[in-house]
């Protein structure tokens, strides 16, 4: 399936929002709402969400719109993955989630670890940079960069958060049923290629 116009829809969005923090202009203000709020016609007769949910998605930010930072961490143990499982699909993913505000990359995974684990960890190495939109993941509304981040345990325990009901390590010839929104199965596999070669490069798109 094409979703070509998930696309144009954001970039409507995107276009709407710049216009919205900077413009001064009466005339371009309006403008730029029409636009937006053409943004939100397109999301809810593709999607059937009800305008309202779209129009609370698309107005609860401002300013120049950037992608989304999200940041997974890759734990591994005897060769396998530590993965915890979504309450909100129960399928299984990476420790990890958005970019906290006041926290840098490898303080935020080792906070997510934590949270969604139990496990402490430690920051290691930056394993990949991808963008959502190159790797097979479900359309989603806005952009998002996602950081894979190679982490060591240090201590604590398995103990599922408040997003998590399972946590269990995983090895590479048994892979669970994945949360795709989260993390793909070539993403999975590139971690254990990671695992074998250690030093190589930094995975950038």
């Given at each position: ?18 216009g919205l923090a900077f ?90 670890i934590k949270e969604e ?41 398995a103990s599922s958060g ?44």
């Open positions: 399936m094409s979703y070509q116009w998930l696309e144009w829809e954001k970039r409507i969005q995107s276009l709407s929002q710049a413009s001064k202009d009466v005339y371009d203000i309006e403008r730029y709402e029409e636009l937006r709020a053409i943004s939100v016609e397109i999301m809810e007769g593709y999607t059937g969400l009800e305008m309202e949910k779209v129009e609370e998605l698309f107005t609860n930010e401002t300013g120049y719109q950037t992608p989304k930072v999200d940041v997974r961490g890759a734990v591994f143990k005897d060769d396998k993955l530590l993965m915890v499982r979504e309450k909100v699909d129960d399928r299984w993913s990476l420790p990890g989630g958005f970019c906290d505000i006041g926290l840098s990359p490898a303080e935020n995974i080792v906070k997510e684990s139990g496990y402490d960890a430690a920051y290691k190495k930056l394993i990949a940079l991808l963008d959502t939109n190159k790797h097979g993941h479900p359309p989603l509304p806005y952009d998002y960069y996602k950081l894979f981040v190679h982490c060591e345990i240090v201590g604590g325990e408040m997003e998590t009901n399972g946590v269990e390590f995983f090895a590479e010839t048994n892979l669970p049923k994945l949360s795709t929104k989260r993390n793909t199965e070539t993403q999975i596999r590139m971690l254990f290629e990671y695992k074998r070669n250690p030093d190589m490069a930094t995975i950038v798109d």
